[in-house]
């Protein structure tokens, strides 16, 4: 796990962002914490998104009493940028109160795979500053239907 500057800086050359985007993705995970609805599991989870143009779409889960009703911070964020029109994204970040940090869940990693490429970095953030960032391949994907190939 990391935080260092060398080390946000490596990965900003591995995925070929800038330092700045990648600082400013996390902050906005993190900030976006502090506004998710918990009431039930007090777990807090904000995520953000980055698009190829520099917008920055965040997200937080939203409990419901019935369990299956709520919503995940990564599917919140995806669905938001999705209606305000953007459907390609270079970067996700997801951050928790926990250490290890948490990665997506499997409904939320098929949610963002119907819209990112698999070599995309997902930046999760633990509660002490620190991130782990893998591919979304990384994380593990899973159901890929090509675009246009005869699927409707």
Excluded: W
């Excluded at 080390?7 to 600082?23: G, P, V």
């Excluded at 996390?26 to 599991?41: F, M």
Aim: aromatic share 8%; hydrophobic share 40%; proline share 5%.
């Amino acid at each position: 796990m990391s935080s260092t500057s060398a080390q946000l800086a490596a990965d900003a050359e591995k995925f070929r962002l800038d330092l700045r985007q990648i600082q400013e993705l996390g902050q906005k995970a993190v900030e976006a914490k502090d506004r998710a609805h918990c009431p039930y599991s007090h777990f807090r989870v904000g995520a953000a998104l980055l698009t190829p143009s520099g917008h920055y779409i965040t997200g937080v889960n939203v409990e419901n009493a019935s369990y299956p009703v709520g919503t995940c911070a990564e599917r919140c964020a995806m669905a938001k940028a999705v209606s305000d029109g953007h459907k390609t994204f270079t970067a996700l970040a997801v951050a928790t109160d926990i250490s290890p940090p948490a990665s997506p869940c499997g409904m939320c990693r098929q949610f963002v795979r119907e819209f990112c490429a698999l070599g995309m970095p997902v930046f999760m953030y633990d509660g002490e500053g620190g991130y782990v960032v893998r591919t979304l391949e990384e994380v593990g994907f899973s159901l890929s239907l090509e675009r246009g190939a005869g699927v409707g």
